[in-house]
């Protein structure tokens, strides 16, 4: 099992900037990707960006030049977001990947002002 923790997130403004980060414990062991996805209501869930163990990013389009995923060490990662816009507002969670396996954290609320 794996259990991911979140922080971060909140109220911002609109061009605004706010920064996530997940911290996997448990069997980290063989995590093959982390990453964030968020929900917007009336939305499915959608990928926000994620990393794989190897190191390969990717990224929406919609947040592409405005997200930033890093990995801070071998069980955390973050997601720097800035220049916010209203269309951000979400429940983000943490995703980890392990042997086909998803795992998801408990969500942090983002809202955007306009």
């Known amino acids: 099992q794996v259990q991911l923790r979140e922080s971060g997130g909140g109220l911002v403004q609109s061009g605004g900037s706010l920064r996530l980060s997940c911290a996997a414990s448990?069997?980290?062991?063989?995590?093959?990707?982390m990453g964030w996805y968020r929900q917007a209501p009336g939305k499915e869930r959608e990928m926000v960006a994620r990393?794989?163990?190897?190191?390969?990013i990717g990224y929406a389009d919609s947040v592409k030049g405005r997200f930033t995923i890093s990995r801070d060490n071998a069980n955390t990662v973050s997601l720097q977001m800035n220049s916010l816009k209203p269309d951000d507002t979400a429940v983000y969670y943490c995703?980890?990947?392990?042997?086909?396996?998803?795992?998801w954290g408990q969500g942090t609320q983002v809202t955007v002002s306009s």
């Open positions: 448990g069997d980290i062991f063989s995590i093959s990707f």
């Open positions: 995703n980890a990947i392990r042997y086909a396996l998803n795992y």
């Open positions: 990393i794989s163990s190897g190191g390969a």
